[in-house]
């Protein structure tokens, strides 16, 4: 049976992302991919194991300790950091953060799944539009 992610738990994600040190995005794009990632991950349990993760590879980004890569095209100044929504032996990396490197900050362009519900690449290309 599909649960719907409740009030309580998006905002308890969202505090957990504002918190996390030397990390900067826009407080409406925080809360657009949050409302995004709990459509993707509409489990209770899954939903805050992918917030658990992406809040553990923010962290990282933070102290430089995760490998990354570049983007091209129309977001070549953003690099895509890689990683699984939960960790388990055999599991895709199906999540991405796109952010870049700015003094001694991390800017975070969106985070989400790779492929649902669109493309991350080209939903945030898309963003940067606007």
Known sequence: MMTVIT????IKAIRAIASIDKIKIDPHILV???NILAEVYSESETFQKAVSQLCHH??????GKVDTSDLGYN????????????R???QKADMRIIYRKENDYIIVA?????????EIYKRIANRMKE
Not at 7 to 10: A, L, Q, Y
Not at 58 to 63: D, G, P
Not at 75 to 86: G, N, P, V
């Open 58 to 63: 923010l962290y990282l980004l933070v102290i």
């Open 32 to 34: 657009v991919d949050i």
């Open 75 to 86: 977001l070549k100044e953003w690099d895509s950091c890689h990683f699984q929504s939960k």
């Open 110 to 118: 969106g985070f989400g799944n790779r492929f649902i519900p669109t």
């Open 88 to 90: 388990e032996k055999g």
């Open 7 to 10: 009030k309580e738990e998006k």
